[in-house]
């Protein structure tokens, strides 16, 4: 092992030409553009999941409590798209985080960590910055690869994660945003574009111990470093992009569990969680199954002929998943206003659905004002010309512009409407 370094050396372990304050400052830049993006639309999310109906995970957040609001049901494609900005950016950024995590290795190493109250708190500031946005990473992924082998911990988890990470991003941001500044106007990018290997110098003022002591000869140019980590975020991003953006691109989403699965036929899209799985069966949603309506004056109980005799209404509409992926397609059926109305509650405050399934921690969903009384907010009964299959729901499932993926319950039983 090497011995610690002395009096604020720097190790030469670390012997890159390229590490120094221009490098870690345009990583930096990027991060600080895609960062706030990725966390705000991650707070976005929290909210719009419903924490005045207590459906948001976690629950309880104490003091970290975010102010709510209605989500809004227009444009229906907005859950969908702060998703796919939370992950799809999320996962774009790793090789740019792997990246400006080399570009400061050096500095875990300076001994002693710490040389005053200020350079500690610094200190401080930097591991949670480091150790939440790696954590938040590692959850992330986990979830949007394994679903919810967590249960309701990944959300729990995920949440205080990003709190620890907003905590030490805050700091890091006031203490170095000057520096970051000076660093990228230190050398200008079009210079560092047009300098080959061959001419790549160490770079030479030094104030914050990036830049080796003993540094070794070039293996790679400033732009080289800068398309490899930028091809590696792109590469990324065709990899992902397509379980959003559907179409031609869904094919290239080749790391994504949910990115590829679309056939031809009008209900061989994107199924969350089986008919099986949820232990659906023909018994609870055949011909006896009763859709039953409360909130009123008396119970309301339809069985599907009369459902079906109901006004249809037609909406495209996406699925769009908290996992990023999402799924646009043609939903027929009974407008949730329409049943509000047939219940007694013609102006409801919210309103909450019910499933058959039994177990499964997405059986039920509450809904706002706003999200039972949009005209194309719906309980299906149809997509795309045809029946719902048994995964997607059958015989009848929510679907609302711009709801949480979650929230579009499926196999519903039952829907309680709150009045005013
Ligand atoms: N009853 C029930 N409804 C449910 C779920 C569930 O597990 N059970 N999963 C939800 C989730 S997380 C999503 S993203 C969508 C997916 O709908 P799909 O399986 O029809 O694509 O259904 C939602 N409705
Ligand atoms: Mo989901």
Redesign the pocket.
């Known amino acids: 092992m090497a011995k610690r370094p002395e009096g604020g050396h720097r190790p030469p372990r670390w012997r890159s030409p390229l590490r120094g304050l221009w490098l870690t400052s345009t990583l930096g830049a990027v991060l600080l553009i895609a960062l706030p993006i990725i966390t705000l639309t991650g707070l976005l999310s929290y909210i719009a999941y419903g924490p005045q109906f207590g459906q948001a995970a976690p629950a309880d957040v104490g003091w970290l409590k975010l102010p709510t609001f209605d989500w809004p049901t227009d444009p229906s494609w907005l859950y969908r798209l702060n998703q796919g900005l939370h992950v799809g950016l999320g996962l774009i950024i790793v090789p740019v985080v792997l990246a400006k995590l080399w570009s400061v290795i050096p500095k875990l190493f300076v001994w002693p960590p710490a040389r005053s109250i200020a350079q500690l708190l610094e200190r401080v500031s930097l591991l949670m910055l480091v150790g939440g946005i790696l954590f938040e990473i590692v959850t992330g992924v986990l979830n949007i690869q394994y679903d919810y082998i967590f249960g309701f911990s990944f959300y729990t988890a995920h949440y205080f994660g990003a709190w620890v990470f907003i905590a030490g991003f805050v700091v890091h941001v006031a203490i170095k945003l000057p520096r970051m500044l000076a660093g990228l106007r230190s050398m200008p990018m079009r210079e560092v574009l047009r300098t080959s290997r061959a001419d790549t110098r160490p770079e030479r003022y030094d104030a914050d111990g990036l830049v080796s002591i003993d540094p070794a000869p070039p293996t790679v140019s400033r732009r080289g470093a800068l398309a490899l980590v930028g091809g590696g975020a792109l590469l990324v991003a065709v990899l992902t992009a397509g379980q959003t953006l559907g179409g031609v691109t869904r094919q290239a989403a080749l790391l994504l569990p949910r990115g590829r699965s679309r056939g031809d036929g009008p209900n061989d899209?994107?199924?969350?969680?089986?008919a099986a799985?949820?232990r659906?069966t023909a018994q609870n949603t055949g011909a006896a199954w009763r859709l039953t309506l409360r909130g009123g004056p008396a119970p309301v109980v339809l069985d599907l002929a009369a459902l079906r005799a109901m006004p249809q209404h037609t909406a495209r509409l996406p699925?769009?998943?908290?996992?990023g992926?999402s799924?646009t397609e043609t939903w027929t059926g009974v407008r949730l206003r329409d049943l509000a109305q047939r219940a007694g509650v013609p102006t409801p405050a919210s309103a909450r659905v019910f499933?058959?399934?039994r177990r499964?921690?997405?059986?039920?969903?509450a809904l706002q004002a706003n999200q039972v009384t949009h005209p194309d907010a719906l309980l299906a009964l149809r997509v795309n010309g045809a029946e719902l299959s048994l995964?997607?729901?059958y015989p009848a499932?929510?679907i609302v512009p711009a709801l949480?993926?979650?929230?579009?319950?499926?196999?519903?039983s039952g829907i309680d409407f709150v009045r005013r």
């Open positions: 899209f994107q199924v969350n969680r089986t799985a949820a659906i699925i769009a998943c908290v996992e992926w799924t499933s058959v399934e499964g921690a997405f059986n039920r969903a995964d997607h729901g499932r929510v949480p993926g979650v929230h579009n319950t499926k196999w519903v």
